[in-house]
């Protein structure tokens, strides 16, 4: 008797099924998915996801049209131009700097106050470069060095 490894290649290819001929039979046994049916079995799903598009692209075109004439009637053809140069003095002199602002503020907080993650973060002490929130270091730092020693994971509570 042989084993499959040292059976020749038109056997090995009867004993272990392709993946076609593996679903043709459980879809013969009732267990799977007949490939042949998947047509009609996704064809009402495409037919929703068209007419969900369409409807979409509708809802698309009618809001730019509003938006169109709302702008039509906040800045007349007559005085456009002027509006238009007053409002972007007024973004870039104003609105330009506090974004940039506060954005700077954002990314300073994030990496050294770290409020949301429980308070300052320091590199943990032989944990190759893992984090820690620093009070619960500073809190029990003899704890910290044995659970290191016992090679204990790394948790701490917020």
Known sequence: ?????????????????????????????????????????????????????????????????????????LFPPETRSETLGQWLRVGLTVVLPALVLFCLARCCCRCCCARGRGGRTMAAPGRRGARMPRGTFEANPRGYFRDLRANKPLLFVD
């Not at 009732?30 to 598009?53: N, Q, R, T, V, Y």
């Open 1 to 73: 008797m042989a084993f499959v490894s040292e059976a020749p290649a038109a056997a090995r290819k009867l004993l272990l099924p392709s993946g076609a001929a593996m679903t043709r039979t459980l879809g013969d046994a009732g267990l799977g998915f007949d490939m042949d049916g998947a047509g009609h079995f996704l064809s009402p799903l495409w037919e929703l996801i068209k007419a969900k598009a369409a409807a979409l692209a509708a809802f698309f075109t009618s809001l730019l049209a509003a938006l169109a004439k709302k702008a039509g009637e």
